[in-house]
């Protein structure tokens, strides 16, 4: 593929006002959407589509009883309609054409979209040290050509960093913005989820976003992930409230992550209100998949399908 590079400029206006001030800026350029309807959002009684994150299996995928390629297949025989991949379990296949054609195959023959991959373990790319902030952008990089070879739509991304808040997010918008050029040579976006740290409190992200102002850089809203500070035994010692933060989030979404962990009797979430969610999902504008990402204790497989079939339920009932 011959691409076209560009280079990314802070422009010191856009952060004064965007970043410092908290104020919304138009992003710039165009952007691959994946969404799941060409129509109006506001249909009544509209669904969305329903995709399966590999997260959801991970303990099958650590522990060797289930392959990446398997992961694939099982999505298309439980009927999800898409696929959201994690870059540590093809980590050394990024580059590997052959690999990544072979997951093309399989995908077209089971009937499901590509949609992401989410990246982790490749730096920060909000890192106040700018050697490595640069060091993580390339590394991003080839998970950028790997999602176009796929035709996924995006790429999620984490904005993390140490040090103070505003100083982290300036490293972010650099990061983010140098990272969101380049993809855009191929058409695909690049997405942060509320992740921890600074990146579960909405607001900042959302300052992020307005920082780097381009129409390809957005956002994944998970509905969990909203602690901001833990203790060293890992317990949250400041969260930000999931619904207000999936709300503020949603307008700049390209995917959503739906989290879920237990259930009751009822094949309710036992922490998360998946009504409440899609209520919000639904009053937004966004049209895309929303991807299943089961995390609990229970069978995987039974807690994917416990989850999507509480999906299901919630889009009918709101």
């Given at each position: 593929m011959i691409v076209k590079r560009r280079r990314f400029f802070i422009d010191s206006a856009v952060l004064a006002s965007c970043t410092i001030m908290g104020l919304g800026c138009k992003p710039t350029g165009e952007?691959?959407?994946?969404?799941?309807?060409?129509?109006?959002?506001?249909e009544e009684n509209k669904l969305y589509k329903i995709s399966l994150a590999q997260w959801s299996f991970h303990n099958a995928l650590q522990s060797g009883r289930m392959t990446h390629l398997d992961f694939i297949r099982k999505a298309g025989n439980l009927n999800?309609?898409?696929?959201?991949?994690?870059?540590?379990?093809?980590?050394?296949?990024?580059?590997?054409?052959?690999?990544?054609?072979?997951?093309?195959?399989?995908?077209?023959?089971?009937?499901?979209?590509?949609?992401?991959?989410?990246?982790?373990d490749e730096g920060h790319l909000a890192d106040t040290d700018?050697?490595?902030?640069?060091?993580?952008?390339?590394?991003?990089?080839?998970?950028?050509?790997?999602?176009?070879?796929?035709?996924c739509h995006s790429i999620r991304v984490n904005c993390s960093g140490e040090g103070a808040s505003s100083e982290v997010a300036l490293s972010g918008i650099q990061g983010l913005g140098e990272l969101a050029y380049f993809a855009m040579d191929y058409d695909i976006n690049i997405l942060v989820e509320n992740h921890g740290g600074y990146s579960s409190d909405a607001q900042w992200l959302n300052n992020v976003m307005a920082g780097v102002n381009l129409a390809n850089c957005g956002t994944l809203p998970d509905f969990d992930n909203f602690c901001i500070e833990e203790d060293s035994d890992g317990q949250c010692l400041k969260s930000y409230d999931r619904y207000k933060g999936v709300k503020e989030l949603l307008p700049l979404a390209k995917a959503v992550s739906a989290k879920s962990y237990a259930f009751d009797k009822d094949g309710n979430e036992t922490t998360i209100d998946f009504f409440r969610m899609m209520r919000i999902i639904k009053d937004s504008s966004y049209d895309g998949f929303i991807g299943v990402e089961f995390e609990g204790d229970m069978d995987e497989e039974k807690g994917v399908l416990a989850t999507r079939d509480l999906l299901l339920k919630a889009m009918k009932a709101t």
């Open positions: 952007a691959k959407t994946g969404n799941s309807s060409s129509s109006g959002h506001n999800f309609e898409g696929v959201e991949y994690v870059n540590r379990f093809f980590f050394d296949k990024a580059l590997n054409k052959g690999f990544l054609q072979e997951m093309n195959t399989i995908a077209q023959g089971e009937g499901l979209n590509q949609l992401l991959i989410m990246v982790d700018p050697v490595r902030r640069a060091r993580a952008i390339f590394n991003h990089k080839k998970w950028v050509e790997a999602a176009a070879e796929l035709d």
